[in-house]
């Protein structure tokens, strides 16, 4: 019989306390800022100094990335849109049950590459959010973030995003 994995739980142990502060601030903290639209949960998360983030648009083909957000501010816009639009489609009923739990179950954040104060994080994301139509929202990406201990703490200085997630 397998187990199942609790989405809500953070899969690395107490004695990895680099890997489960990097999970609590790119699952935990990341989606319930983001199903508030709430960006001062994550502000502090964030290397403002030279952040880059890169879209892959979800092509696998890197000659169609391209450099989306070449500014903190330029990544806070546009996350907030999608953020403030994921609120209202909620609050307007639009989704079957809590699309929170749907997001956490389709998140997958378990390789943390960590050499001294620099990660490579592979956050991976496959699932569906039910609608109250009947239909659903595919989830089925994955993001690669590069993060650097800064102050003592684990933060985000920049992601590839958008890559289209290849199941092994």
């Not at 880059?52 to 890197?62: K, Y």
């Not at 307007?92 to 809590?98: N, R, V, W």
Request: hydrophobic fraction near 45%.
């Amino acid at each position: 019989m397998t187990r199942q994995r609790d989405p809500f739980a953070n899969p690395f142990p107490p004695a990895d306390a680099d890997r489960r502060a990097i999970w609590e601030m790119l699952v935990q903290r990341d989606i319930d800022a983001f199903v508030s639209a709430d960006w001062a949960m994550v502000a502090g998360d964030f290397i403002t100094a030279n952040f880059t983030g890169i879209s892959g648009h979800f092509q696998p083909d890197p000659q169609g990335f391209t450099l989306a957000f070449p500014s903190l501010g330029a990544y806070r816009t546009e996350w907030l849109r999608q953020a403030q639009e994921f609120v209202a489609a909620r609050a307007s009923g639009a989704f079957a049950g809590d699309p929170r739990a749907g997001i956490f179950a389709a998140t997958r954040l378990e390789e943390i590459e960590i050499d001294g104060d620099a990660a490579l994080v592979r956050k991976k994301f496959d699932g569906r959010l039910a609608k109250a139509d009947g239909s659903h929202d595919r989830m089925n990406w994955q993001t690669l973030y590069v993060c650097r201990r800064d102050g003592g703490r684990w933060k985000i200085a920049g992601f590839v995003g958008y890559l289209p997630h290849i199941k092994e």
